[in-house]
């Protein structure tokens, strides 16, 4: 908004359009708006590709929002932030290598300082992935209600198979099932432990690929 003075015949402050009016040394001066570059427009090298990690992070997670809903959800709270975006925060930093990709051996699926799986695996079985772990029995610390949760990501097709509430600590295997799809598909899989009460989770364990089909 520009502001007139001495009516519509004098000069005017402000920004009108693309131009801009001020008085300088007692004359009133209209000046045009600097245009962006075309290299403004497109980006700086270093732009684009912080462009182009936001844009593969958001995607990935809007693929498995559902689980870091469950998994972030505690952390969340206690950062008055949704989960989505405490899930895009620790990712964006952490789970990228040198050349801009996402390392998905450094995700993060779930946040929290429950006892995480013990010696756990992943591999192909029958219907989908086999999950196993330690029953984790000993120590003094039995945790025999926990459940497990588990995800299965095929990065080359952006499809997720998971489960947020499976069995329990001490059964020590859970079977994943993967829909019937057209050859052989290699699957990222992570393990992770929440609470019966929803009120502790474990930090997520990246398990590496598996090829199913």
Aim: proline share 2%; net charge positive; charged share 25%.
């Amino acid at each position: 908004m520009a502001i007139l003075k001495d009516g519509v015949n004098g000069g005017f402050t402000g920004k009108v359009g693309s131009v801009i009016g001020y008085q300088l040394n007692g004359k009133w001066v209209i000046k045009g708006l600097p245009k962006l570059s075309k290299k403004n427009k497109k980006g700086t090298g270093k732009q684009n590709a912080c462009r182009s990690k936001f844009s593969l992070m958001q995607y990935f997670l809007a693929t498995v929002l559902d689980f870091i809903r469950v998994g972030f959800n505690l952390e969340s709270k206690s950062r008055g932030m949704s989960a989505h975006n405490v899930a895009k925060s620790y990712n964006m930093l952490n789970a990228f290598d040198t050349e801009g990709k996402i390392d998905f051996s450094k995700i993060r699926l779930s946040h929290g300082t429950l006892l995480k799986p013990e010696n756990p695996t992943s591999q192909s079985f029958n219907e989908g992935i086999l999950f196993t772990w330690d029953k984790q029995l000993h120590a003094g610390y039995e945790r025999k209600t926990d459940q497990v949760m588990l995800m299965a990501f095929d990065a080359e097709s952006d499809i997720a198979f998971k489960k947020v509430s499976g069995k329990r600590r001490n059964e020590g295997e859970e079977l994943l099932l993967i829909p019937e799809r057209n050859g052989f598909h290699h699957y990222h899989t992570w393990i992770a432990f929440i609470a019966d009460d929803r009120e502790s989770i474990s930090d997520s364990i990246y398990l590496g690929l598996v090829k199913y089909g």
